[in-house]
């Protein structure tokens, strides 16, 4: 039976998931009732006879969870108490989306929901975490790199040698091949 449950919440999660953003969907409000629906149906598979009334999820079932007193009740905000706000301005409900970015139906906003009153939420990181660390370690390779080549042989030590001196065949012809011109 936990089983069931189980494969059900993950189901809804995906449901509902912020990946949905990533592949370009949009999530309406009869997708969200889907997973909530099917999230009851597993509770009435499981319990029959239905959870006490005490219970939260129960209460949650039936939408009459108290939350006073919790954590959770910090995070809810009644409907005319929140205000949306985007690109550091806050959204009047009176105006329509279009007043704010124009007629591109393209646009990809980013809305954020706050309490009235409340300063302007902050920016967005511009990266995730892991672009950031796929980023560092190319820059730390691209580095190793740099050094290797740095002190690895540059290709230019046969300058120094005989065979490549420009001047040997003329040395050789004047008879002035080894001679040492320092003291011995």
């Not at 995906?14 to 990533?22: A, M, R, Y």
């Not at 099917?38 to 319990?47: C, P, Q, R, S, T």
């Not at 939260?56 to 108490?81: F, R, Y």
């Amino acid at each position: 039976m936990a089983e069931v449950i189980m494969k059900t919440i993950t189901d809804a999660k995906e449901g509902v998931s912020s990946k949905i953003v990533t592949a370009n969907r949009t999530l309406t409000v009869t997708e969200v009732q889907s997973s909530l629906d099917k999230l009851k149906g597993a509770i009435m598979i499981v319990y029959p006879m239905k959870l006490p009334s005490y219970d939260p999820v129960q209460a949650e079932i039936d939408n009459c969870e108290d939350l006073s007193g919790t954590q959770a009740s910090l995070e809810v905000i009644e409907k005319d108490k929140g205000s949306l706000w985007w690109a550091g301005k806050e959204l009047m409900p009176e105006k329509t989306l279009e007043d704010y970015i124009g007629k591109n139906e393209k646009t990809k906003i980013v809305v954020k929901l706050t309490k009235k009153g409340s300063q302007a939420p902050g920016r967005e990181q511009q990266m995730t975490e892991d672009q950031k660390k796929q980023m560092m370690a190319w820059q730390y390779r691209k580095q190793e790199e740099m050094k290797k080549l740095h002190t690895a042989d540059d290709g230019d030590d046969y300058y120094n040698s005989s065979w490549a001196n420009p001047n040997a065949l003329k040395n050789q012809f004047h008879g002035i091949g080894d001679v040492k011109w320092g003291p011995r």
